[in-house]
């Protein structure tokens, strides 16, 4: 397979976008990756989409962008894994490219969810999760998480507000970052007080849907002719694994082996370990999906995930920084853009373009998109090194 | 790129299931194709899938089969490009095995449509159109193919009854089809007399949804070691495209450039042209379709499709036998599925095994899977030959 280079990349703010139609987000994010990758073109489109089928009476993505952004005829298709629909768009492009098949890919990810009523987005949510198992029993998808959280209080004695710093450190990264949703600082105090949405998670634990799209250009090395100044960004190592649709199926709801799984595919492409990534883009849902990441993404111990938020080992400075432009708490969580985001962000960081939240030094990026309740964990490494 | 081979198949039949579940009916056809291929396991799991968020309140379809069939863990997604979603999982499998980053992968195809209202699955059969330009005009998907057979008529002089072979064959073929919804033979004065679902469209120039699944199991040839009687069948082309979402903005909406350009791909890639193929498994959802498909993809004249269907050259015995196991007009419409059920037949016939159905002497077969209308086009071209 050939070595594959991110050379463009394009993002809309993520916001409640009631002036902007779904067409018109998405093509926003596709046409900037193109406009900075230097390229009026591209051979293949990838769209990460959740829930676009409800909230937006419209599917069939691939056409629909293609067209909008000018690239009628294009191969074109949406990849959906409930909330990693977004890395699993990224890997088919990345797959399409590696192979030979096509010289430029467009991974799109882009969602549209505040113009439809909370409780249809809560509903459609729940597709994540096993319907005739899980949803049926009334369970909603931050009921799911709440139980698992629930359970590891329990398992490992930590306390809820020993996750107050996931929050609080996302929060400050993403003052730095002009498309997250949120700019505003969190307090210990203010994590502490915040309103139960579904006993342990409060609102302070839980990420803000939104409506946004991030986009991604990706070529074959072998066919890269830089002429800017721009480091070359190269996809060292790509992971995906399932896990059973439902958290009670698993053997240890506890422990994501997807995200263990993929991850490790991922270091050994890249022929590293966790101790080379510079920092980490997680998917921080909930404050315990982080945790659970870190965990079995092999940068704490098992059930010492928080220990690494209480002893401020995630922030900048830290031993691995994470979120480090907001991530799903901060920067917002439009579900199947939110791996595209990632990948965005991973780049930013390894040109060295992310400002006051630029991680010095940093020449190994990781992201990690999780669909379902650890039921579909995608993992990238990418790096500026040779 | 590796050279592919389908060996394993595996379809249910396509009727109202309502006994069965979709997880159910994407089992038995995943578990019936890795049995066919005699392995019990895959690497990667491809779902063609439209609309299980509406009518089943189930999303994330690859974590959801791929831990049904016992094989938890493996990579696993979601391909929707609305009625071509199973040729895009096919496309992506095939891309996948040939790109060498997995060995074996499963494309699945399946749609469980018959326990929703009709009128709910009207409007998510329109999610396939443009919701902001054509849906929100009153326009169905069906009216959007009367449309254009309308004009078609207008233009090339047709009538109504020209089109009927398309039908009667259809129907003739599929009562060889164990596996088709329907086993009747239609006649020309049923056809002339069936009731009007839209002008011009009756009721039998449409296709039956239907519940269904079907699976293909993919390797490369490299590591085949075979040890049963069964011919190779060989993946030779593949080729997509898209066109503009909405049919108005097409420059000719009675030419399906997307049909045009992937048929011309597979093609090249397969290093022939239409002459070679023996039958095609088109996707006439509409007879209207059905005519639009054989001109783009060089088998007939422009605006001349109908002429083959009245002088029976797309009969079993004719210049291109066509939906050779009842098409989606008699083996049935289970929209995400279809795409794959056309490569399960295109391999049946390739191996011999499509008994009083069999084209003789059939070396290389064709499939077009057609998502909106004729926004997304996907052509394979399989071969028994060497």
Redesign the interface.
């Given at each position: 397979?050939r070595e594959v280079a991110v050379i463009g990349i394009g993002q809309t703010v993520i916001n409640e976008h009631w002036d902007k139609?779904l067409?018109e987000l998405a093509g926003d994010a596709v046409l900037r990756a193109m406009a900075d990758a230097g390229l009026d073109y591209f051979d293949g489109l990838y769209v990460g989409n959740?829930?676009?089928?409800?909230a937006?009476?419209?599917?069939?993505?691939?056409?629909?962008i293609?067209?909008w952004v000018g690239q009628?005829?294009?191969?074109?298709?949406?990849?959906?894994?409930?909330c990693s629909s977004g890395a699993?768009a990224f890997r088919?492009a990345l797959?399409?490219v590696?192979?030979?098949?096509i010289d430029v890919a467009v991974a799109v990810g882009v969602e549209k969810m505040t113009d439809s009523p909370l409780a249809e987005i809560t509903?459609?949510l729940?597709?994540?999760?096993?319907?005739?198992w899980e949803?049926s029993q009334g369970v909603s998808f931050v009921a799911l998480n709440a139980l698992i959280m629930q359970r590891y209080l329990h398992e490992y004695g930590w306390k809820r507000s020993d996750f107050a710093n996931f929050s609080i450190n996302a929060h400050a990264n993403a003052m730095h970052n002009p498309y997250a949703r949120f700019h505003m600082l969190l307090t210990e105090k203010q994590f502490e007080e915040a309103g139960v949405i579904c006993d342990p998670i409060t609102l302070l634990d839980a990420s803000p849907i939104g409506d946004g799209a991030a986009a991604v250009l990706l070529v074959p090395i072998e066919k890269l002719i830089y002429s800017d100044d721009k480091p070359i960004i190269r996809v060292a190592g790509s992971g995906?694994?399932?896990?059973?649709?439902?958290a009670h199926?698993r053997k240890d709801p506890l422990w994501l082996?997807?995200a263990e799984?993929s991850a490790k595919d991922a270091y050994a492409q890249a022929g590293i370990d966790h101790r080379s990534i510079d920092f980490f883009e997680y998917h921080d849902a909930f404050t315990i999906m982080a945790a659970l990441s870190l965990e079995a993404s092999g940068f704490a111990e098992r059930g010492q995930g928080p220990r690494m938020a209480l002893e401020n080992e995630i922030n900048k400075g830290g031993k691995i920084p994470v979120a480090t432009l907001g991530g799903l708490k901060a920067r917002g969580h439009p579900v199947g853009a939110t791996g595209i985001y990632q990948i965005v962000e991973v780049v930013t960081q390894l040109r060295g373009q992310a400002g006051e939240a630029q991680i010095d030094g940093a020449k190994w990026g990781m992201a990690q998109n999780i669909?379902?309740s650890g039921?579909?964990i995608i993992t990238h490494i990418l790096t500026n090194a040779d």
């Open positions: 397979m139609s067409r959740m829930m676009s089928a409800s937006n009476n419209q599917q069939h993505l691939g056409a629909y293609a067209d009628r005829g294009k191969e074109a298709y949406r990849l959906e894994s409930a699993a088919s797959i399409a590696a192979s030979g098949d509903a459609s729940a597709t994540a999760a096993d319907a005739d949803v995906a694994a399932s896990d059973t649709i439902a199926s082996t997807a799984r669909g379902g039921s579909n």
